[in-house]
């Protein structure tokens, strides 16, 4: 089952923000990973498309084949490297989710 990870982030440094997800989606593909949202336009809305004027800042979605893929991934040298750039150059927030289990719906 797919596994997914939800970073929400504020970007403090736009140019290390800009590296992290560059060297995120070479490294994680690797590790039965990919990126199926991220640096795209974020519209934050409630109650259908009425505009929320919080700002949300940057979300990033990785999905991984399963969660031995990701746990690999987690505990590599890259991940250390990886989540050391995404600290400086970025508050962050980080949601682990399983895939879609239509028996617990």
């Known amino acids: 089952m797919s596994t997914y990870v939800l970073a929400q982030c504020r970007v403090k440094d736009p140019e ?7 060297a995120l ?6 590790f039965g990973g990919g990126c199926l ?10 109650d259908g498309m009425i505009s929320d ?5 940057e979300f990033v979605l990785l999905e991984f084949k399963s969660e031995v893929d990701l746990r690999r991934y987690r505990a590599s040298p890259e991940y250390r490297y990886l989540s050391k750039l995404r600290q400086e150059a970025a508050d ?4 682990l989710l399983e895939g879609y289990k239509p028996d617990q719906v």
Do not use: A, M
Request: zero cysteines; aromatic letters at 10%.
């Open 92 to 95: 962050s927030r980080l949601f």
């Open 37 to 46: 949202v991220g640096g795209g336009r974020v519209i934050p809305s409630n």
């Open 16 to 22: 290390k923000y800009r590296q992290w997800l560059t």
């Open 53 to 57: 004027r919080r700002q949300s800042g």
């Open 25 to 30: 989606l070479k490294v994680i593909e690797e």
